[in-house]
């Protein structure tokens, strides 16, 4: 197949240092608008912190945040504009976006400058003198401050911006990415798309392009990135986008999008978590999910019965659970040893014949069963001419929907819901509505990525090309309006895998795709960590993934050393769930034998038994958007070994969690920052910085409590989180003891959502008499001191020293 490639000329790059380093004179503060050609040097606003200045001779522009430290740094020659055309051709929810240009970018070059109030502008024109735009430099508070690039002639759709990279800087984020923590020196292109079934290394296009991923290609991009020098930014646009990180030049991050205009957000703090932190006050943050999501998820199918039959197999082995996820609820068929959604809308009486009942009798064992949506609309499906006749679809240019090869297993014919007809939502939310009204309590909200561009007729009459980017969030908040309208936002939850920036308020959980069923890197078990570390970073606390992958299509199914594996980072996970997966009846389950269900037993007791840890981090995210997960960077920013680890995590600030992700092995070595690590299983202690070789059979997973760390478990696991299930321990049950882990040789503290404290004071690391606290009090060791405050009177606190 022969590829469209966009030409681009060489740039030449001098040294950016000046632009970083070099100031003039004492500058002009400004206070009113003024406008300077020719005047002083430096023109220089400066508001709530943020200073910003425009060096008239050097034709530079800076951001500067607390400390005089630099936002962003640019020069008038590293914005640009153009016009170009692009084609988005879609198979299978996989693109490929082709920039076509009418013309080279035209630089920009230096026209008037002025102030006025929080803002200093400066004009561009193209060589020769003609308009060509305008970038703005706003002062927004004391730790956030934007860049506007505008192009003034409409035509000149694509608009560029580079800023300075520093030497040894680092970047997180980018959204759901495979292979990469740290994205230096990387060409990422950003688009919503199928990740691929299997990928390749780099972004060249493969000959199936429309089933094997690209390295970059996601679910979830997120134009988003927080640096190791304390500065988050985010590029405001739906349009399609384009970041390289210092790779054409060491000196420079060049951003690109296919619009006229380029709005970079930046966040400013004293350390990268602080950026980061502050990024998602702007975009938002997600409401707390229910109590129960924090409990393990099983999957269950084939039917009313077998459902059944699993619930009883959860309360026979005493497994805590508190959901049944049953996708099939709508029919499923076998298409050789895949077992396949039957791509309806609405409930299968044929296998489900009793379903109001199922759900019942499943709340009465501590259990919620949650269903599937999306938003294909198959030719065979029971809804397709009525959404056909009220012109519910995605359309083509002669008003006709548009058809594609959908994503069931014989690809049959699919159009997709218009998802901009307000006739069309109202349709789907009802449709979602009966579903809460059959029993249900949430739902996968499967897909999102396959909206098309080029031929599409939207019914707001906006271009599809801008709407494509924004389609998933408009899907989420269909979803979470329905559930807060029938009153459900405690009870109900539904997850996502797809998103753009502004899904963080709307996504409440997410789950990272459909791995192979496979330990490889480029889309199997070694895949979940970066992407879960991508999407934490850019605002989505609340993550989980299928437990041992997802896609055998084109891989052996998942082994037994495989869901082992899975299961205990599951454990680790904000939201452990399982998958049955393409080939159910081939892949190892939970259920296979007695020791595969001894495996699960333990690690569900200890997720579940985290709750007070889980629960307490996600109240932390809703007031200042802390992640759950954290990437070895963000919790030590000066090592920069740090930030490019792709097998190791923190969960919250006590626990770093560095599970085996090779297949066959036996021990993983461990990289070990600064600081005192004690295991969170025995009596290891390890002294940072070092790498240490840990053995782990399948079984284990190595876990560390770092110093000052204070993880509070429940002193036994309950049976669910759902509150006032008669004859369990549930929600209730978990004001009870405590199990408290605690990381000698750093001071540290924890609060629990109800607004038990626990507080670690001196930086000792020696024994104490006690290891027990009966309500309130203190236990003091050698060289520290542990006070618990805010518990109930009766609560037996059990401590734990490492």
């Known amino acids: 197949m022969q590829t469209p490639t966009r030409k681009r000329r060489p740039i030449s790059h001098r040294n950016s240092a000046i632009s970083l380093t070099y100031r003039l004179g004492l500058g002009l503060l400004l206070t009113a608008t003024s406008a300077c050609s020719g005047c002083e040097e430096e023109l220089r606003l400066e508001h709530e912190g943020i200073t910003l200045s425009y060096h008239q001779e050097l034709k530079t522009l800076e951001v500067r945040g607390a400390g005089d430290k630099v936002l962003a740094s640019l020069e008038i020659k590293d914005l640009a504009f153009r016009q170009s055309d692009a084609s988005h051709e879609m198979m299978f929810g996989s693109f490929l976006v082709s920039d076509y240009p009418e013309e080279e970018w035209v630089v920009a070059q230096a026209g008037d400058a002025t102030t006025d109030g929080q803002k200093l502008t400066v004009s561009l024109q193209a060589e020769g003198g003609d308009p060509l735009g305008k970038v703005k430099l706003e002062a927004l508070g004391s730790n956030r401050a934007r860049v506007r690039l505008t192009g003034t002639d409409e035509a000149r759709n694509r608009s560029r911006l580079r800023i300075a990279c520093g030497a040894d800087e680092r970047f997180l984020g980018f959204g759901a990415q495979t292979h990469d923590v740290d994205h230096r020196g990387q060409e990422i292109p950003l688009w919503v798309s199928e990740q691929g079934i299997g990928k390749v290394d780099d972004d060249e296009v493969p000959v199936s392009w429309f089933l094997t991923g690209r390295r970059h290609s996601t679910h979830i991009p997120q134009p988003v990135a927080i640096s190791s020098r304390a500065v988050a930014w985010a590029i405001d646009t739906e349009a399609y986008t384009r970041v390289n990180t210092c790779q054409i030049s060491p000196d420079h991050v060049e951003m690109e999008v296919h619009d006229r205009e380029l709005i970079l957000e930046l966040f400013d703090g004293t350390t990268p978590m602080e950026a980061m932190k502050n990024f998602t006050g702007w975009v938002g943050r997600p409401e707390l999910p229910p109590a129960w999501a924090f409990a393990p998820w099983n999957d269950a199918i084939f039917g009313s019965e077998s459902v059944r039959n699993f619930a009883t197999l959860l309360n026979d082995e005493e497994l805590p659970s508190s959901a049944i996820w049953s996708e099939d609820w709508k029919g499923g068929n076998w298409f050789g040893q895949a077992y396949r959604l039957e791509e309806d809308w609405r409930l299968d009486r044929e296998i489900y014949p009793d379903f109001e009942q199922l759900t019942d009798d499943l709340r009465a064992r501590g259990i919620q069963l949650m269903v599937y949506f999306n938003t294909f609309v198959f030719r065979a499906a029971e809804i397709f001419d009525e959404m056909n006749s009220n012109e519910f679809m995605v359309k083509d240019e002669d008003g006709a929907p548009i058809i594609f090869q959908g994503p069931n297993a014989n690809f049959s014919e699919a159009g997709l819901v218009d998802l901009t007809n307000s006739d069309a939502v109202a349709f789907v939310g009802q449709e979602l509505r009966q579903a809460l009204d059959l029993g249900s309590r949430g739902w996968m909200a499967n897909y999102a990525e396959w909206m098309p561009v080029d031929g599409a007729v939207l019914a707001n009459g906006e271009d599809p090309a801008k709407v494509h980017n924004r389609y998933p969030r408009l899907w989420q908040e269909l979803n979470e309006r329905i559930i807060k309208e029938a009153d459900l936002a405690d009870e109900a939850i539904a997850f996502y895998r797809s998103g753009w920036l502004h899904c963080q308020p709307t996504a409440r959980v997410i789950w990272l795709g459909d791995q192979n069923t496979t330990f490889d890197h480029q889309d199997g078990f070694k895949t979940v960590i970066p992407l879960g570390l991508g999407l934490a970073s850019t605002g989505f606390p609340y993550l989980g993934h299928d437990i041992a ?193 605690v990381g000698l040789g750093a001071e540290g503290e924890f609060t629990e959502a109800s607004g038990a404290r626990y507080e670690l004071k001196g930086s000792g690391t020696g024994s104490a008499a006690e290891t027990e606290i009966v309500g309130n009090g203190q236990i003091e060791g050698d060289g520290w001191t542990l006070i618990l405050t805010g518990h109930p009177e009766d609560r037996r606190t059990q401590v734990v020293v490492h």
């Open 549 to 741: 992958g997802y896609q055998s299509s084109i891989t052996p199914a998942a082994t037994k050393e495989l869901f082992f594996r899975w299961t205990s980072l599951g454990a680790f996970t904000p939201v452990m769930r399982t998958h049955h997966g393409t080939h159910a009846s081939q892949n190892h389950r939970m259920e296979d034998d007695a020791e595969t269900i001894a495996h699960w037993k333990r690690y569900a007791e200890i997720h579940i038994q985290l709750f007070p840890y889980l629960w307490g981090l996600a109240h932390q995210n809703r007031v200042d958007g802390t992640p759950l997960w954290r990437a070895m960077g963000l919790q030590h920013p000066d090592d920069l070994e740090m930030w490019g680890l792709k097998d190791q995590l923190y969960l919250g600030e006590g626990l770093m969690v560095a599970p085996v992700v090779d297949e066959g092995a036996t021990s993983r070595s461990v990289r070990f920052p600064s600081g005192r690590f004690g295991s969170f299983w025995s009596d290891q202690v390890v002294q940072g910085p070092d790498t240490v070789v840990v053995e782990a059979d399948p079984t284990e997973i190595p876990v560390f409590v770092a110093a000052g760390g204070l993880v509070p478990m429940l002193a036994e696991p309950v049976d669910t989180l759902l509150p006032n299930v008669e004859g369990l321990d549930g929600l209730e049950a978990t004001e009870g003891d405590r199990l408290l882990h």
